[in-house]
């Protein structure tokens, strides 16, 4: 079982949806928990992070952690053709800083 | 502020040839990371080095694969030989890695473009 699962999609949605990206994990030694966006031969960007548990909003961008149920999720609002792009999830233990990705979903925003 | 800077974009080798990688972290950022990307999956961790030190090299396949950090700036990561399952894309990113585990900020990793590898 790999420490981190995300589904690949691709998923597919017109311009100004709701999108809603996931990621599970099985170890709960992890605090810290990312979201990178990766653009098509670029290297990845950190979006978001958070830590422990919780809602963080940014923008468009709203990262929620339920680590009672080893489930973490990015919602996009208002979704752009600009948002096309492929989204890791990312991990890291408190005392490593060694991060464990996800293998990441491709999102298409249709205009 | 100037990214993380790698070279080359594109490598095309035989299998059993060698290839080396260059990277140049954003200035000041002690802590240096090399992952490999295969297509369809997250970055995998191969090595992390704290200024010229190696932190973590766990997931090295240490028969082909090396890498240095000389001087604690530029590193070079290389195979030799290369097998067929080497092609990925190479990346490296760097982080401030002031090593206090106190905040993520300071431990932000920021990526270069990567380095695509094919093996034939």
């Known amino acids: 079982q790999k420490e981190v699962e995300q589904d690949p999609g691709p998923l597919s949605v017109p311009e100004g949806a709701i999108v809603s990206l996931n990621c599970t994990y099985s170890?709960?030694?992890?605090?810290?928990f990312m979201w990178y966006r990766q653009y098509s031969r670029k290297g990845p960007e950190l979006l978001m992070y958070t830590y422990s548990s919780g809602n963080k909003e940014d923008g468009r961008f709203t990262a929620q952690v339920d680590k009672s149920s080893k489930y973490i999720s990015l919602f996009i609002r208002d979704s752009q053709p600009s948002d096309s792009a492929t989204y890791l999830c990312a991990m890291m233990r408190d005392s490593s800083y060694k991060l464990i990705f996800g293998s990441g979903t491709r999102l298409l925003v249709r205009p | 502020e100037a990214g993380v800077a790698q070279s080359p974009r594109y490598k095309i080798i035989e299998k059993r040839q060698s290839v080396a990688f260059w990277c140049n972290p954003i200035?000041?950022?002690?802590?240096l990371y090399w992952y490999q990307q295969i297509l369809g999956q997250g970055p995998k961790l191969l090595i992390q080095f704290q200024n010229n030190g190696v932190v973590d090299d766990s997931q090295l396949p240490k028969d082909r694969f090396s890498a240095e950090r000389l001087k604690g700036v530029d590193s070079t990561l290389k195979i030799q030989p290369a097998k067929l399952e080497d092609s990925a894309v190479y990346l490296c990113?760097?982080?401030?890695?002031?090593?206090?585990?106190?905040?993520?900020?300071?431990?932000?990793?920021?990526f270069g473009p990567g380095t695509r590898l094919l093996v034939l």
């Open positions: 170890n709960s030694a992890f605090q810290y």
């Open positions: 990113a760097s982080s401030l890695g002031v090593g206090t585990g106190v905040s993520t900020l300071q431990e932000t990793q920021y």
């Open positions: 200035s000041g950022h002690a802590t």
